[in-house]
Nanobody
Framework: VQLQASGGGLVQAGGSLRLSCAGS????????MGWFRQAPGKEREFVAA????????KYADSLKGRFTISRDNAKNTVDLQMSSLRPEDTAVYYCAARATGVTVFATTRTAYVYWGQGTLVTVSS
């Protein structure tokens, strides 16, 4: 069972980037999926989460309006579209999944049981 994040890179401030997380080994269609990020020297923080069907989402208050989470259960993927990027968005971005069958959103890292390896996003000023 694996989550593989991709799409990170170097982007200028104001630009956009789309991250993707692909699940393998099993379907994640019955898992709440989330994205977290960890900047150098800081704690890992919640970015966004999405429900099973993709119709419900939750965002960190500071990121609302700039980031959009989506999922494609047929492809077993979860994406994070990031726009109007700022230097402070520089971080390693991780995708994660809650336990199967759980429907409640969570913003704490301990609530997620599956983790991807992370993809680095660097925003230059």
């Amino acid at each position: 069972v694996q989550l593989q994040a991709s799409g990170g890179g170097l982007v200028q401030a104001g630009g956009s980037l789309r991250l993707s997380c692909a699940g393998s080994g099993r379907s994640f269609s019955n898992n709440v999926m989330g994205w977290f990020r960890q900047a150098p020297g800081k704690e890992r923080e919640f970015v966004a989460a999405i429900g099973w069907s993709g119709s419900t989402t939750k965002y960190a208050d500071s990121l609302k309006g700039r980031f959009t989470i989506s999922r494609d259960n047929a492809k077993n993927t979860v994406d994070l579209q990031m726009s109007s990027l700022r230097p402070e968005d520089t971080a390693v971005y991780y995708c994660a999944a809650r336990a199967t069958g759980v429907t409640v959103f969570a913003t704490t890292r301990t609530a997620y049981v599956y983790w991807g390896q992370g993809t680095l996003v660097t925003v230059s000023s």
